[in-house]
């Protein structure tokens, strides 16, 4: 794919954020990248262009059917001062997956990558250096297609936005408040949980709204069909270190499936730790926290990383979760992956990719 650039003018570039205070995606880059799809054409155009506003047509589909699909991934400094992405072949795959579930057209992964590599290069200045923070990078598909008849889009922009982020942990670990709900679900089988697309997020914000009100961090979502087995938590997996074993839900059609489950689980594995990828009832989770088997409760996903579980409240009662404090295997994966993600342990699965700087 050859990409054409139109780069901005060194004054014109904007200035960066304070390193110390870039939050979570506030700023954005000078640069992105698009590309456009039409059914006779199929993707065509790749280009880095200033960061900028769409035009879109009111009637544009992704308005109004919400065809829209995205990633999450990020490039990471070392000290060393090489770039790295973790496992980018992975959102690629997914993206794919999600386009299929939505209907919409699948993009080469070699591209995909290609893309990515090119605007971070591009786009370099921006990576924070401390350990901790890193470039978010947001692929993403929407359909543009004026039309309000109800079928597939027949054109879509593809495109990536960057914007630097702040360590998540800046003052440590900081385990989190989970309020099960019972009333809302995130996804049911047959839906479109297992894909990364948009109107799965607008589907949770009432019930975060209404556990953040009630003084919790996020919400622990239970299977839509009996509200009885265990899915995700906020818009990350879930574990749960049960005696010995490191148990999580089976992707069983409505999760998303992680690229951070995945790596915790290969690692655990790695590690001589027993994994159990099954579906998991939250009574059983409470009554392993009561009888003291749950030693562990953590979150995973690429923002986070990991992010422990300090308790759960259910239908009007708390169990806290190994004193409410960080375990010590969610700190053990944590200083793994991020050791990797940061090049300063060896990639033994092979899951870095470098982006080349000319500058
Ligand atoms: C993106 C996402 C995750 C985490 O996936 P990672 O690849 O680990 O970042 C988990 N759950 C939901 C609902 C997500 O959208």
Redesign the pocket.
């Known amino acids: 794919m050859e990409i054409t650039k139109r780069i901005k003018k060194q004054q014109d570039l904007k200035p960066l954020p304070d390193e110390d205070n870039l939050g979570f995606g506030i700023h954005f880059t000078d640069h992105m990248f698009k590309m456009n799809y039409s059914e006779k054409e199929g993707w065509h155009l790749p280009q880095i262009v200033p960061y900028g506003d769409f035009h879109l047509d009111p009637a544009a589909v992704v308005l109004h059917y919400g065809q829209a699909i995205f990633e999450?991934l990020k490039a990471y400094k070392g000290k060393d001062g090489k770039i790295r992405l973790f496992r980018p072949m992975?959102?690629a795959k997914?993206l794919n997956k999600s386009a299929w579930r939505m209907c919409m057209p699948q993009v080469d992964e070699n591209d995909f990558l290609q893309a990515i590599k090119e605007l971070v290069s591009v786009e370099s200045r921006w990576i924070p250096s401390q350990k901790g923070t890193s470039l978010y990078i947001r692929p993403f598909i929407i359909a543009t297609e004026p039309f309000l008849g109800v079928r597939p889009a027949k054109e879509y922009i593809f495109s990536i936005i960057l914007t630097p982020v702040g360590a998540y942990y800046a003052e440590g670990f900081n385990p989190v408040k989970i309020f099960v709900t019972d009333k809302f679900v995130?996804a049911a089988k047959g839906g479109v949980g297992e894909a990364?697309t948009a109107g799965?997020?607008a589907a949770s914000l009432m019930a975060s709204e209404e556990a953040k009100e009630l003084g919790f961090t996020q919400v622990l979502w239970l299977d839509a069909a009996q509200r009885k087995y265990v899915e995700?938590v906020g818009?990350?997996?879930i574990f749960f270190l049960i005696d010995d074993s490191l148990v999580t839900p089976s992707l069983s059609g409505s999760?998303?499936p992680?690229?951070?489950?995945d790596s915790v689980l290969t690692l655990a594995k790695d590690w001589g730790i027993k994994v159990e990828e099954r579906p998991i009832s939250i009574d059983e989770v409470l009554e392993s926290a009561e009888s003291g088997r749950l030693k562990e409760c953590f979150g995973?996903?690429?923002?986070a990383v990991i992010s422990p579980v300090g308790s759960l409240y259910y239908k009007g009662k708390s169990v806290e979760v190994n004193g409410g404090q960080t375990g010590e295997l969610a700190q053990r994966l944590f200083d793994e992956i991020t050791a990797i993600q940061y090049g300063e342990k060896e990639d033994k699965f092979g899951w870095i990719e470098f982006v080349d700087c000319k500058k």
């Open positions: 999450g992975e959102n997914r995130r990364k799965n997020y995700e818009t990350m997996n999760i998303l992680g690229i951070t489950r995973t996903g690429t923002a």
